[in-house]
């Protein structure tokens, strides 16, 4: 049934499930006054069942539309499909314009399920179209990318819900100008953008309507940061030959669990009832995602976003100041191991550790022996593959945190495909909105974010009401004094 | 002089220099008992004067001498340029063999002064090899590599100190097979190595006398975090085209400045005495580095390294416990705008943000004008540059943070060259030391990474004493309950 043929990295087992091992978040393993007690967990769970209960009770409606992803129509995938065959068909690369959450979602998955370096390979190898996520407006890197790409043969999936998404828009700008001249006049430049983008309002959707462009919908209760599993994050894994079908069961059986009412059942649950605890009462103020796995990296960056941007937030819903939020920090296993294991095994006890651990490599890595004359503890390496040594530094670093006291747990992934990945995102996702509960805040907002735009605009003199209002504002701030400047 | 003809990016000015706007973090702009206080500051100018005399005292001795990089021997320079020239003439690929600090400066460093996805650009444009840092042993990164290089035509760089990171060696035994192969029993596939190690000690050195490696010498006295500026981070550099010349005497520069005694001018004492009052009086554990330029994000990668690793220690020389250690967090502008600023402006009080910002970068990107009968808001964004926009961006940031009551300081760089990299490296470089001496730490150990190194031999039951009895204590750990797995 499913229209691209090679999903890239299938399942070992197409039930596998990831599991979640909080072992060492608890007192008793991590020492007394270290980590979460069975008492204070346990004193948790009427709380713990009311969020639940709350997310439950609006989950598709509002901004909790995210929770209907994994079930969302036929009809929307199968369009998806057939925009991804066109363009693995036509094109020889595929550049999505974004930022926020709708690049780092596409990324990560991308990333996750796709060999490293996949746009070096030849493109047998590949499997599909070179990819170019494009999340940033550095003035150099839209340069090398059109220095890269031929316009006229790659596809361009511009995605910003609003379309009043100053980089992103004007990413578009630069690509529309490149593609007409690469069509030479031709009005077929057209078929080489898709976008992704609100339904009905916005400035996306009134320029598609415009200019006739092939457009996917990003509902109207799904924001950014919840949106991989819509079409701003299936699109992209189509084209780079991903089953989606298979991501959104892994969401769905995902799903599952997390309506589970005994939080020892519930994994997301008890996710955001031990973050939950360990901020509130033992000051861990920094949430660490190690994935040990270079094709988990950007996952690291995905759950940055949809924690940061989620809980960071200054009031409750009742209005009361909180100025809530763990500070998420990306590490990588085994690199960080020689760049942060120092500082979180010996620095100060504000921070719990989320290590992933991936079981199943999809190559074996086999270290030659060493020749004779070598030093032993180089010999000892020889016939020890790459797998069984990045899972031993794995084992090693959990165990130096936990002999140093320092809070840390274990999602285990039983091998990286479509169908554990969906899982992953949904778990976090769940976990994410069940803390927003815990805390009493809206975890779907991001007000924070709209005095920087403002001063942005104000900068850049746009002649509207409100930034000539901010340029006053910004004008009346005391000078910088240059003593402070050396 | 210079034998590598193309430095690939000149300064603007060869004198230019890089400047440090610390206003943000002051109580006066950024609120009154959410900065430092003018009293506070000057109160700690004799400690910050003591910290200075002790670097000052020490420099070039035991592990201080790194701060002698700078001025190191004129025929270590030629050796470096000898070897560079060789490679660039004989290989189409350089993959560097390290991890930590033996990684992240040199691959910093190309990326701060190479264009954006370097590898994928044809030869010419780029000027030199293409450039591989494998810092990891992930199971399917090997494999890829050996899918995009022609071993042939590649120089491996082995980089560790003391030969005895079981990455970098693993790394190696793999590459001794494949070259060996490559080469078909030629004894030639030696000629595609180098090595960079301990003169006198250590496993590789041995190992490079052994087969007869060309290698290079890292100084005794200078640890990994800060070895950028020796031959660890100048072979890679110089294969790469950067002119190794202008980066020592980028960091010359700012080895005059951070002479100063006058706190006031003395960038790096007082990037010190600011953050070790936010961490000690105002609770700023949480030390975030914001580049705004895609070519300095694994700047803040290796900044990460040096602050993690350098402050995060449980004791004091003395032996009191401490647990010191801010927590640095990569981010890069204006990307996490989207993902990390809501936390940042409305989250807790416990971060500072360093932004970097770039004055001039080597493209300028112009947004064409929007076509007729485009929304407004798009149409004002014809005519600007990418270079316009993103530094708006940065001044909105700036203002959001500042207006929030949030603790933030620029770093101002004219343009992206290596005699303003050579002077940022060691402007932190410097910072850091001072750092360690106001917290009384050695800001020059890192005895936390022990354990973990221990403990993944142990689990490969590697058969020496030490390994035999980590494997005991591992063993008399209480067993995990069941039960804590979901």
């Known amino acids: 049934m499913d229209v691209i043929a090679n999903d890239l990295r299938a399942c070992v087992e197409p039930t596998e499930s990831i599991r979640f091992d909080f072992n060492n978040m608890l007192d008793k393993r991590v020492g007394y006054g270290r980590g979460v007690s069975a008492e204070v967990l346990e004193a948790l769970r009427g709380k713990a069942a009311e969020a639940l209960s709350a997310v439950q009770a609006a989950r598709g409606t509002g901004w909790l539309e995210w929770t209907e992803l994994?079930?969302?129509?036929?009809?929307?995938?199968?369009?998806?499909?057939?925009a991804a065959r066109d363009i693995r068909e036509r094109c020889d690369a595929f550049v999505l314009l974004g930022i926020g959450g709708s690049a780092l979602g596409p990324a990560c998955v991308h990333e996750a399920l796709h060999p490293p370096r996949a746009n070096e390979l030849p493109a047998e190898k590949r499997g599909g179209p070179r990819m170019y996520f494009e999340d940033n407006i550095d003035p150099e890197r839209m340069a090398s990318l059109l220095e890269i790409i031929d316009p006229a043969k790659t596809c361009f999936n511009i995605i910003t819900k609003s379309g009043a998404t100053a980089e992103t828009m004007s990413q578009y700008l630069i690509i529309r100008d490149a593609l007409q001249r690469a069509f030479d006049g031709?009005?077929?430049?057209?078929?080489?953008?898709?976008?992704?983008?609100?339904?009905?309002?916005?400035?996306?959707?009134?320029?598609?309507?415009?200019?006739?462009?092939?457009?996917?919908?990003?509902?109207?209760?799904?924001?950014?940061?919840?949106?991989?599993?819509?079409p701003v994050g299936l699109l992209a894994a189509a084209v780079?030959?991903?089953d989606i079908c298979q991501l959104?069961?892994?969401?769905?059986?995902?799903?599952?669990?997390?309506?589970?009412?005994?939080?020892?059942?519930?994994?997301?649950?008890?996710?955001?009832?031990?973050?939950?605890?360990?901020?509130?009462?033992?000051?861990?103020?920094?949430?660490v995602m190690m994935p040990y796995a270079d094709g988990l990296r950007l996952f690291a960056d995905w759950f940055c976003q949809l924690w940061a941007e989620s809980l960071g937030k200054s009031v409750t819903r009742s209005g009361a100041e909180i100025y809530a939020g763990q500070t998420p920090v990306k590490a990588l296993g085994v690199t960080d191991q020689h760049s942060q294991?120092?500082?979180?095994?010996?620095?100060?006890?504000?921070?719990?550790?989320?290590?992933?651990?991936?079981?199943?490599?999809?190559?074996?890595?086999?270290?030659?022996?060493?020749?004779?004359?070598?030093?032993?503890?180089?010999?000892?390496?020889?016939?020890?593959?790459?797998?069984?040594?990045?899972?031993?530094?794995?084992?090693?670093?959990?165990y130096a945190l936990l002999k140093a006291g320092r809070m840390n747990k274990t999602i285990i992934v039983p091998s990286v495909c479509a169908y554990t990945?969906?899982?992953?995102?949904?778990?976090?996702?769940?976990?994410?909105?069940?803390?927003?509960?815990?805390?009493?805040?809206?975890?779907?907002?991001?007000?924070?974010?709209?005095?920087?735009?403002?001063?942005?605009?104000?900068?850049?003199?746009?002649?509207?009401?409100?930034?000539?209002a901010k340029r006053r504002e910004m004008a009346a701030l005391p000078e910088r004094d240059q003593a402070y400047i050396l």
């Open 240 to 242: 780079g030959g991903v």
């Open 186 to 230: 031709s009005p077929d430049w057209r078929r080489n953008i898709v976008v992704t983008t609100s339904a009905n309002r916005g400035l996306l959707v009134e320029i598609a309507r415009l200019e006739g462009f092939r457009s996917f919908v990003v509902p109207e209760g799904v924001g950014g940061r919840f949106s991989e599993l819509s």
């Open 248 to 287: 959104l069961k892994g969401a769905a059986v995902m799903d599952e669990l997390c309506k589970q009412t005994d939080i020892m059942k519930n994994p997301a649950l008890l996710e955001a009832a031990l973050q939950f605890i360990a901020s509130r009462d033992l000051g861990r103020n920094i949430n």
């Open 70 to 82: 994994p079930y969302q129509d036929e009809s929307i995938l199968s369009d998806i499909k057939d």
């Open 341 to 398: 294991l120092q500082l979180y095994t010996e620095g100060p006890f504000d921070k719990v550790i989320t290590i992933i651990k991936v079981e199943s490599f999809r190559n074996e890595t086999i270290i030659p022996h060493a020749p004779e004359g070598y030093p032993a503890d180089i010999a000892f390496l020889g016939g020890i593959t790459h797998n069984k040594l990045i899972e031993a530094e794995r084992q090693g670093t959990e």
């Open 421 to 468: 990945v969906g899982q992953l995102l949904f778990f976090f996702e769940m976990a994410t909105a069940f803390m927003g509960e815990l805390l009493n805040i809206d975890a779907f907002n991001q007000p924070g974010v709209e005095e920087s735009k403002l001063a942005t605009f104000a900068t850049l003199n746009h002649p509207a009401a409100k930034y000539e």
